[in-house]
């Protein structure tokens, strides 16, 4: 197994920026895909964005393209999500994930592992 523990939310003004961490530890960090998932009060979890094993390619959510950038350092055995121009609906808690396959995050939408959450909360 894997454990990841996320860092990094906060309160911000809209158009401000965040970088949320994610460390791993356990089992071989580069042996997961990694993904960030975020879930609103009274919302489903959503996806936001993924990234192979690699570092290679990434995949992100339309609601955050061009905005958003997931980058990983597996030398540190941390995943990194780079909040730019945030609105208030990116408001919520948002989760590290770690998957064996990259697939399993991009097309089913779903991780292996779970952190516990930091919340991001963005002011009008």
């Known amino acids: 197994q894997v454990q990841l523990v996320e860092s990094g939310g906060g309160l911000v003004q809209t158009g401000g920026s965040l970088r949320l961490s994610c460390a791993a530890s356990?089992?071989?960090?580069?042996?997961?895909?990694m993904g960030w998932f975020r879930q609103a009060p009274g919302k489903e979890r959503e996806f936001v964005a993924a990234i192979n094993l690699s570092g290679s390619t990434t995949y992100y959510a339309e609601a955050v393209k061009g905005r958003f950038t997931i980058s990983r350092d597996n030398a540190k055995n941390t995943v990194y999500l780079r909040m730019n121009s945030l609105k208030p609906e990116d408001t919520a808690v948002y989760y590290c994930?770690?998957?064996?396959?990259?697939?399993?995050?991009?097309?089913?939408?779903?991780?292996?592992?779970w952190g516990q959450g930091t919340q991001v909360t963005v002011s009008s």
């Open positions: 356990g089992r071989t960090f580069r042996s997961y895909a």
């Open positions: 994930a770690a998957a064996a396959e990259f697939q399993r995050l991009t097309y089913y939408r779903l991780g292996d592992y």
